[in-house]
């Protein structure tokens, strides 16, 4: 009796929704990107779905603007997806709504907007209010209810950079730390130890914001996945007020998708790379499944031919369970990066990489025991 091995790795895409708005030509397109998506051996779709005010699936009651009025992306995505055996994760942009300026939900609703310490509304809803919260959580419900999709992964589950200047300093947020600890944080100076408690206070909004949508998506369906997108440095915890050591420890998430970002992978970032994935291990101890995220394009540019397969090699070498590859549009060979020569050599590493085909993994990975026996040896 032969044995094969079973290969078992999540090798997930983002895809963007710049499909043709023209119903024909807009289906044909999503089937040829799906079609060639499977081919590929990749295992799992996230398609971005909701961006700020904006709904890529034609069903929503919630987003004021539709992207998509003659075909439905969505459905076309999970039906084409599902017959060629790979699940989809439609990923939710939550908060941001406008950015620097508000968007038209903050518009429609301006107290829900964050207010910066110097008094500025940004377009950002502000986590700590009930309806915000109310409001984020019927968006990842009404995709769930009409689309049959195997979960959803959460972007912009955070506060803004403090480029933007310090939030959320709104007499909703002043006037509940008050009531907690008896000082308006407004008047908190750095470095004072309540200046520390305002800091989890805020980080706790959004871990509660990721708990409540969690409890809905795993109300909706057992088998659902909650997924979230996040850089996999500490940065985070004090920059963005996202903990999210503590989604995955209290059990919000099903599976991660730390950022392997490091604008440019070139020589020495790959190392980062490196670091990153043991370091993401080592906090989760394989928990939950980890998908790291390779940007195949970013803001620093594109990767160059060789360093997608070293990307996916340090990914499997540090013990990551899988990839998620940034984005689609930058691998396929139409209208990707590499189009003028009518061949995408990053696709091609990619499906080198991918040349068995392989099994998501499931929710409690078999050998997180083993991994914690051996970092107690190494630590
Ligand atoms: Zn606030």
């Given at each position: 009796m032969s044995e094969v091995e079973e290969v078992i790795e999540g090798r997930g895409i983002y895809i963007h929704a710049?499909?043709?708005?023209?119903p024909d030509k807009g289906v044909a397109e999503v089937k040829e990107d799906i079609d060639l998506i499977a081919k590929s051996n990749f295992n799992f779709i996230a398609p971005y779905m909701r961006s700020g005010d904006r709904a890529?699936?034609?069903?929503?009651?919630?987003?004021?603007?539709?992207?998509?009025?003659?075909?439905d992306p969505l459905e076309v995505i999970v039906e084409e997806a599902h017959n060629k055996g790979l699940e989809v994760y439609p990923i939710v942009c939550t908060?941001?709504?406008?950015?620097?300026k508000l968007g038209e939900i903050l518009n429609k609703h301006p107290d829900w907007a964050m207010i910066t310490k110097d008094g500025r509304k940004i377009g950002w809803a502000d986590p700590a209010k009930p309806e915000v919260i109310e409001y984020e959580v019927s968006i990842v419900k009404e995709i769930i209810e009409n689309y049959d999709v195997d979960g959803i992964i959460l972007d912009y589950?955070?506060?803004?950079?403090?480029d933007y200047g310090e939030?959320?300093?709104c007499n909703h947020c002043r006037s509940k730390f008050k009531e907690e600890?008896?000082?308006?944080?407004?008047k908190l100076k750095e470095r004072e130890p309540l200046a520390d408690k305002w800091d989890d206070w805020r980080r706790e909004r959004v871990s509660l914001l990721v708990k409540r949508i969690s409890e809905e998506v795993h109300k909706l369906g057992a088998d659902l996945k909650l997924g979230a997108y996040f850089?996999?440095?500490?940065?985070n915890r004090y920059y963005?007020?996202?903990d999210w050591p503590a989604w995955i420890r209290r059990g919000y998430l099903d599976f991660s998708l730390p950022s392997g970002s490091f604008y440019e992978y070139a020589s020495a970032n790959m190392s980062l790379l490196r670091r990153s994935c043991l370091f993401h291990r080592r906090v989760t101890l394989d928990i939950i499944p980890s998908y790291v995220t390779i940007h195949v394009t970013s803001s620093g540019g594109v990767l160059k031919p060789g360093e997608l397969l070293w990307a996916i090699k340090i990914a499997r070498e540090t013990g990551m369970q899988g990839v998620a590859l940034f984005d689609w549009e930058s691998l396929?060979?139409?209208?990707?990066?590499?189009?003028f020569i009518g061949y995408n050599p990053l696709l091609a590493e990619a499906r080198m990489a991918f040349a068995k085909k392989a099994k998501i993994p499931h929710r409690?990975?078999?050998?997180s025991k083993s991994l914690r026996e051996s970092l107690r040896v190494q630590v």
């Open positions: 710049v499909w043709s708005k023209e890529n699936y034609r069903k929503s009651s919630v987003l004021p603007k539709l992207n998509y009025t003659e075909w908060l941001v709504d406008g950015g620097f589950i955070r506060f803004p950079e403090r939030t959320c300093y600890y008896g000082v308006d944080p407004i850089y996999a440095g500490v940065t963005v007020f996202q396929e060979p139409k209208t990707g990066i590499y189009s409690v990975t078999n050998y």
